[in-house]
């Protein structure tokens, strides 16, 4: 099936730096999500993207839609200790597709 | 709150076992999924359930079945577990009306087949 490709695979940093991870495909989305899976639970929406070119900040967080539609990147600023888990980018391929199309995630770790 | 329920968070079962994963969602959801979740791979769907007695094969299905009798559950079934179904196995729902399909997650069964 098909794959979002997400980079990085990890990420160490420490804690009060900015993160900046990615997602790329050869096909065109009609919508991206970003999720985060804190340890031991299921993954959990941050951030929902509509159409080309749309920035969208959740607090800390920000992400872009691609204005070509086939990438999306996730921004964190001034990291923190709970920002730790596991990063994963969507896609819905077309208008009123059921499913969702999910990148290999970034692991996020922070020393404090 | 939309809440996805996994009846299990862990689970030990031995080769050849029949191992059931069961679901709950309270929010009236017609679609359900379930995912298998291993490292550096993403999220992999097995089935997906559009409405009661519906499915519908995602892209790794060999090897499991599931059953939906009503609306508010999922059931995965592994026929005889084998070692490489050892794995974290996610849930997840969704509505197909409003602007854009979210699926809402369960904590997970991290299933472990020795």
């Known amino acids: 099936g098909q794959q979002l490709n997400q980079s990085p695979q990890s990420m160490f940093i420490q804690e009060g730096e900015d993160v900046s991870m990615n997602c790329t495909s050869s096909s065109i989305f009609n919508t991206w999500l970003w999720y985060k899976q804190d340890p031991g639970e299921g993954p959990v929406l941050l951030i929902a993207?509509?159409?080309?070119?749309e920035l969208t900040s959740n607090g800390r967080l920000t992400a872009q839609f691609g204005i070509t539609r086939k990438d999306s990147f996730l921004n964190i600023s001034a990291s923190i200790p709970s920002d730790v888990g596991i990063y994963f980018c969507a896609g819905q391929l077309f208008q009123g597709a059921q499913k969702l199309v999910f990148g290999q995630g970034t692991r996020l770790t922070i020393n404090p | 709150d939309v809440k996805v329920t996994q009846s299990s968070r862990y689970l030990v079962k031995r080769t050849g076992e029949k191992v059931f994963l069961e679901c709950v969602q309270d929010m009236d959801h017609e679609n359900m999924f379930w995912y298998r979740q291993d490292p550096g791979l993403g999220l992999r769907l097995i089935y997906f359930s559009y409405d009661v007695k519906m499915k519908e094969k995602g892209d790794i299905p060999e090897g499991y079945s599931v059953s939906r009798e009503k609306k508010e559950r999922f059931s995965l079934i592994l026929e005889s577990a084998s070692t490489n179904q050892t794995s974290m196995y996610l849930c997840?729902?969704?509505?197909?009306?409003?602007?854009?399909?979210?699926?809402?997650f369960g904590a997970g069964t991290r299933l472990s087949v020795l």
């Open positions: 997840a729902s969704s509505s197909p009306t409003g602007r854009l399909n979210i699926q809402y």
């Open positions: 993207l509509y159409k080309a070119g």
